[in-house]
């Protein structure tokens, strides 16, 4: 079993920044990619980046150049470093983790809001 803890998330306005942490614990599992989605409200859940264990990274168009994905395998912790963030950006954002065995893992999620 998997359990992802989000932080991070907040206030902020139209151009600043805010640093999601995702921390993953449990036991006997090895990971193949973790992400980011996020969900405004009214609409469907949508993928904002991904990192594979080899560490390579996606990126939805809409935020690429101001978004970047990194992880902390030392301490199983993934990170999403939100810059010149747009009101559009307002979402409750999740974690996701996907093990080698292929079983699919969400967190709770953490709520990001962008005044304009």
């Known amino acids: 079993q998997v359990q992802l803890v989000e932080s991070g998330g907040g206030l902020v306005q139209a151009g600043g920044s805010l640093r999601l942490s995702c921390a993953a614990s449990?036991?006997?599992?090895?990971?193949?990619?973790m992400g980011w989605f996020r969900q405004a409200p009214g609409k469907q859940r949508e993928l904002v980046a991904t990192?594979?264990?080899?560490?390579?990274?996606n990126y939805a168009d809409s935020v690429k150049g101001r978004f970047t994905i990194s992880r902390d395998n030392t301490k199983n912790t993934l990170y999403l470093q939100m810059n010149s963030l747009k009101p559009e950006d307002t979402a409750v954002y999740y974690c996701?983790?996907?093990?080698?065995?292929?079983?699919?893992?969400w967190g709770q999620g953490t709520q990001v809001t962008v005044s304009s």
């Open positions: 990192i594979t264990s080899g560490a390579s990274t």
């Open positions: 449990g036991s006997g599992f090895s990971i193949n990619s």
């Open positions: 996701n983790l996907i093990s080698m065995r292929r079983y699919t893992y």
